[in-house]
């Protein structure tokens, strides 16, 4: 069935570092694909989103472009803060289906 | 804050107990997720209502059980409880019922079962 991989974690940076998490997925058809991020504590909050093949996704300085030749959507910043300290889930809805397939989800620590 | 309310926010219980655990979605929002977060599954979807009647379904047990209210709130029912339910259990809501609309997740409800 269709399902995300992203890389696995912890993953620690210092502040103002170059952030990259892989994600690679397996679908049929066109599915959606999706950036969450889970500060500690609290539920799950959208971070980005692309519907269709070679959309870029960006908000708050991340960006994730939807890959659809190497089936990626692997998640940017150019330069990290502390308070991007939190989990972050790679998330695919697929096109003949209303329900969220989420990675396993990445531990990122920023220090500063 | 997302709009999305679930209680209670902790639950303790015993194992072969039941448990209800509650979400309102954000207003104007007419479909419900329940996901199951763990740390050796991760988060897992359990089950989506859509304007009161299921949409999809996924690894949800058949001690689980979900229903959606005409006020559209939502209630997951959890029966005949085991070690291995303890987990954070979310609930989200969406404007429709479409795969692609943005999810609002709530704080999550933590249930340790003993």
């Known amino acids: 069935g269709d399902s995300v991989t992203q890389m696995e974690g912890p993953v620690t940076l210092s502040e103002e570092a170059f952030l990259t998490i892989n994600c690679t997925y397996t679908a049929t058809g066109y599915p959606s694909l999706f950036w969450y991020v889970q500060y500690p504590g609290e539920g799950l909050q959208l971070l980005l989103k692309a519907t269709k093949a070679d959309d870029k996704g960006s908000n708050k300085g991340f960006e994730a472009t939807y890959r659809k030749e190497t089936t990626s959507f692997h998640l940017e910043k150019g330069s990290v803060q502390v308070s991007d300290s939190a989990v972050y889930f790679c998330a695919l809805s697929p096109s003949n289906n209303n329900d969220m397939r989420f990675g396993a989800g990445t531990r990122l620590t920023v220090k500063p | 804050d997302s709009g999305v309310t679930q209680t209670p926010k902790h639950l303790i219980t015993a194992t072969g107990q039941r448990v209800t655990l509650r979400c309102s979605p954000r207003?104007?929002?007419?479909?419900v997720y329940w996901y199951q977060q763990s740390l050796d599954q991760g988060l897992q979807f359990l089950i989506q209502?859509?304007?009161?009647?299921?949409?999809a379904k996924g690894n949800i047990l058949e001690r689980f059980s979900a229903q959606q209210f005409p006020d559209l709130h939502s209630e997951l029912n959890l029966s005949s409880l085991e070690l291995g339910d303890s987990a954070l259990y979310f609930c989200?809501?969406?404007?429709?019922?479409?795969?692609?609309?943005?999810?609002?997740f709530g704080p999550g409800t933590r249930l340790t079962v003993l």
């Open positions: 209502y859509y304007n009161g009647e299921e949409r």
């Open positions: 989200a809501s969406s404007r429709s019922g479409g795969g692609n609309n943005e999810q609002f």
């Open positions: 207003s104007g929002d007419l479909s």
